[in-house]
C-alpha cells in the first residue's frame, strides 16, 4: 500500500514537473505571438530596419529588457525576436521607449536611435505612436516615420507596382505641446525667438545642415543648455 502511495505521489510530482516546464516554454511574460502581414507583391519593406537589432525597452511598467528588435512603420508596433523558435513577437505590457543600439539608416545619421511615446495626438499620431528623440530637454525635437503601400502606375500601362512608401516629419514639444516644424534657420529662429541672438551666432560658427539630424540634435541641445 505504501508503494502505491509513493508511486501516486512520485508520479503527480512528475506530471507537475513537466507542466511547469510546458508552461515556462510556450509562454512568454513579456509578449505574444505576432501575426507578420504577407506583403508578396510590395516591393520593399515595412520596417525600419529590415533584420532583427539589438536593443532595449523600457515597459510603461518600469521593466527594462534588452533584446534583438524590429519596428514595424506600417502598424507602428514594435516586435522582438523569441528566443525559443525566432518568430516575431509583441509585448503584452505597453512599451514607453525603446532604442536601437549599433544601428544605422539611411534617414538619420545619428548612430544612437532612441524612440518614445506618451505625447499628446497630432495629425494622425495618438499618444501611444512612436518619435524618434533627436534631442532631449525642455524643448524636445522628434521625428515620426510612417509607411504606407503605394501603388504606381507608368502611363498606358495596365501593371500597378506596389511599394513601401515613407514619410518622416518633424515635431516640437514644450510645455506639454507637440507641434509640427520643417527644420530650417527661419523656422528654428522662429519658434526659439526667446535666444534668437545666441542662436544665430551659434548658426553663422557651425556649418549647419538641416537635413542632418545630427546637427540638429547639436543645435537643439545647444539651444537647452542656455540659461
Known sequence: MKKCILCFLMSMVMISGSFVASAQYLKDPNGKEYMLQSYTEVEGTPFLINNWAPGSVTLANGQTITTLLKYDLVGDELLFKNKGDSSAMSFVDPVRSFSLNE??????????????????????????????????????????????????????????????????????????????????????????????????????????NYKSDDVLAKLFSYYNSLQ
Open 103 to 208: 544601428s544605422s539608416i539611411e534617414e538619420s545619421d545619428l548612430t544612437s536611435l532612441v524612440f518614445s511615446n506618451g505625447y499628446p495626438a497630432v495629425d494622425k499620431q495618438t499618444p501611444t505612436s512612436f518619435y524618434q528623440v533627436i534631442s532631449d530637454g525642455k524643448v524636445k525635437l522628434l521625428k515620426h516615420y510612417k509607411k504606407v503601400i503605394r501603388v504606381d502606375k507608368a502611363f498606358n500601362s495596365a501593371t500597378a507596382v506596389k511599394t513601401f512608401f515613407l514619410s518622416e516629419e518633424y515635431y516640437l514639444f514644450v510645455n506639454n505641446q507637440i507641434t509640427k516644424i520643417k527644420p530650417g534657420q527661419k523656422a528654428i529662429l522662429t519658434v526659439l525667438a526667446d535666444k534668437t541672438a545666441q542662436l544665430q551666432k551659434y548658426m553663422s560658427i557651425n556649418a549647419m
